[in-house]
Protein backbone atom coordinates (compact mmCIF):
# COMPACT_ATOMS: atom_id res chain seq x y z
CA UNK A 1 0.00 0.00 0.00
CA UNK A 2 1.40 3.44 -0.97
CA UNK A 3 2.56 5.41 1.88
CA UNK A 4 -0.30 8.06 1.66
CA UNK A 5 -3.07 5.49 1.89
CA UNK A 6 -1.80 4.06 5.25
CA UNK A 7 -1.00 7.53 6.46
CA UNK A 8 -5.24 8.00 5.33
CA UNK A 9 -6.30 4.58 6.65
CA UNK A 10 -4.20 4.74 10.07
CA UNK A 11 -6.30 8.36 10.84
CA UNK A 12 -9.18 7.00 9.33
CA UNK A 13 -9.11 4.34 12.13
CA UNK A 14 -7.68 6.70 14.96
CA UNK A 15 -10.98 8.96 14.45
CA UNK A 16 -13.25 6.16 14.25
CA UNK A 17 -12.04 5.31 17.64
CA UNK A 18 -11.96 8.76 18.69
CA UNK A 19 -15.57 8.75 17.18
CA UNK A 20 -16.78 5.42 19.51
CA UNK A 21 -15.01 7.24 22.77
CA UNK A 22 -17.16 10.85 22.42
CA UNK A 23 -20.17 9.18 21.54
CA UNK A 24 -20.02 7.27 24.97
CA UNK A 25 -18.80 10.46 26.73
CA UNK A 26 -22.05 12.08 25.57
CA UNK A 27 -24.41 9.27 26.14
CA UNK A 28 -23.29 9.42 29.43
CA UNK A 29 -23.76 12.48 30.16
CA UNK A 30 -25.72 11.94 32.92
CA UNK A 31 -24.15 8.79 34.79
CA UNK A 32 -22.70 9.98 38.12
CA UNK A 33 -18.92 9.66 38.79
CA UNK A 34 -18.51 8.97 34.77
CA UNK A 35 -14.98 10.44 33.53
CA UNK A 36 -14.63 11.58 30.03
CA UNK A 37 -12.48 10.01 27.39
CA UNK A 38 -10.61 11.06 24.54
CA UNK A 39 -8.50 9.01 21.88
CA UNK A 40 -4.98 10.40 21.82
CA UNK A 41 -5.03 10.78 18.08
CA UNK A 42 -2.59 13.70 17.47
CA UNK A 43 0.14 12.12 19.26
CA UNK A 44 -0.18 9.42 17.66
CA UNK A 45 -0.20 10.10 14.02
CA UNK A 46 2.41 12.40 15.20
CA UNK A 47 4.44 9.30 16.85
CA UNK A 48 3.61 7.60 13.44
CA UNK A 49 4.48 10.24 10.74
CA UNK A 50 7.65 10.75 11.76
CA UNK A 51 8.48 7.43 11.71
CA UNK A 52 8.66 6.07 15.65
CA UNK A 53 6.43 3.38 15.02
CA UNK A 54 5.22 1.25 12.02
CA UNK A 55 1.52 1.62 13.27
CA UNK A 56 -0.49 4.39 15.02
CA UNK A 57 -1.05 3.05 17.90
CA UNK A 58 -4.45 4.74 19.19
CA UNK A 59 -5.07 4.73 22.99
CA UNK A 60 -8.44 5.55 25.00
CA UNK A 61 -7.04 8.27 27.86
CA UNK A 62 -9.62 8.85 30.62
CA UNK A 63 -9.72 12.60 32.22
CA UNK A 64 -9.77 11.83 35.79
CA UNK A 65 -8.30 15.41 36.79
CA UNK A 66 -11.65 17.24 36.22
CA UNK A 67 -15.02 17.01 37.90
CA UNK A 68 -17.79 19.27 36.35
CA UNK A 69 -20.75 18.27 38.42
CA UNK A 70 -21.49 17.56 42.28
CA UNK A 71 -21.94 13.53 41.46
CA UNK A 72 -18.68 13.82 39.81
CA UNK A 73 -19.10 12.92 35.98
CA UNK A 74 -17.02 15.52 33.91
CA UNK A 75 -18.91 15.18 30.91
CA UNK A 76 -19.72 18.68 29.05
CA UNK A 77 -22.23 18.01 26.53
CA UNK A 78 -21.88 20.80 24.28
CA UNK A 79 -18.09 20.10 24.47
CA UNK A 80 -18.74 16.54 23.52
CA UNK A 81 -20.70 17.73 20.43
CA UNK A 82 -18.26 20.13 19.23
CA UNK A 83 -15.74 17.76 19.10
CA UNK A 84 -17.66 14.88 17.16
CA UNK A 85 -18.58 17.33 14.62
CA UNK A 86 -14.98 18.81 14.68
CA UNK A 87 -14.04 14.76 14.65
CA UNK A 88 -16.79 13.72 11.91
CA UNK A 89 -15.73 16.66 9.49
CA UNK A 90 -12.30 15.71 9.85
CA UNK A 91 -13.36 11.81 8.71
CA UNK A 92 -15.15 12.65 5.81
CA UNK A 93 -12.35 14.66 4.60
CA UNK A 94 -9.91 12.06 4.89
CA UNK A 95 -12.62 8.97 3.43
CA UNK A 96 -13.20 11.82 0.35
CA UNK A 97 -9.30 11.67 -0.08
CA UNK A 98 -9.24 7.80 -0.10
CA UNK A 99 -12.72 7.95 -2.39
CA UNK A 100 -10.56 10.22 -4.87
CA UNK A 101 -7.34 7.48 -4.28
CA UNK A 102 -9.29 4.64 -5.46
CA UNK A 103 -10.89 6.93 -8.20
CA UNK A 104 -7.49 7.20 -10.12
CA UNK A 105 -6.90 3.73 -9.51
CA UNK A 106 -10.20 2.78 -11.24
CA UNK A 107 -9.46 5.44 -14.05
CA UNK A 108 -5.92 3.37 -14.51
CA UNK A 109 -7.30 0.07 -14.67
CA UNK A 110 -10.18 1.56 -16.92
CA UNK A 111 -7.73 2.89 -19.76
CA UNK A 112 -5.20 -0.16 -19.59
CA UNK A 113 -8.35 -1.81 -21.53
Known sequence: MEWTSRVLAQALDGLSLRHRVLANNF??????????????????????????TTKAEFKVVADNST????????V???QELAKLTANAILYKALAEQINRKFGQLRMVVREGR
Open 27 to 52: ANVNTPSFKRSDVNFESAMKEFLTGG
Open 67 to 74: TMRNDDNN
Open 76 to 78: DPE
